[in-house]
């Protein structure tokens, strides 16, 4: 079992950062992959960023790259979402997720467990 926690959420302005953080219990953090995806009101939760237990291998969604960096720190089991340039549209709850696997997918449908979410908000 593998319990998560995600912090960090907000109010911003266009134009401005924020920080995501998500702390993992339970099994061995550092083992696994570890990724970021979002859900804005009305649509489906969409993938914004993966990585793998080493931190050597990662993913972005698009929509995201050159904007957010996704990173971790193993010894103190948490993985982060550094949010710059933000825009409205990235108005969404964000959640963290954890794969049990060697590989850092896309899919939502890859990942084992999922934090409670954090809240987003970009107002223009």
């Known amino acids: 079992q593998v319990h998560l926690v995600e912090s960090g959420g907000g109010l911003v302005q266009a134009g401005g950062s924020l920080r995501l953080s998500c702390a993992a219990s339970?099994?061995?953090?550092?083992?696994?992959?570890m990724a970021w995806f979002r859900q804005a009101p009305g649509k489906e939760r969409e993938f914004v960023g993966s990585?793998?237990?080493?931190?050597?291998?990662?993913s972005y969604a698009d929509s995201v790259k050159g904007r957010f960096t996704i990173s971790r720190d193993n010894a103190q089991n948490t993985v982060y979402l550094q949010m710059n340039s933000l825009k409205p549209e990235d108005t969404a709850v964000y959640y963290c997720?954890?794969?049990?696997?060697?590989?850092?997918?896309?899919?939502?449908?890859?990942?084992?467990?999922w934090g409670q979410g954090t809240q987003v908000t970009v107002s223009s």
């Open positions: 997720a954890v794969h049990l696997g060697s590989t850092w997918p896309r899919s939502a449908s890859e990942y084992d467990y």
């Open positions: 339970g099994r061995t953090f550092s083992a696994y992959a």
């Open positions: 990585i793998s237990w080493s931190g050597g291998g990662r």
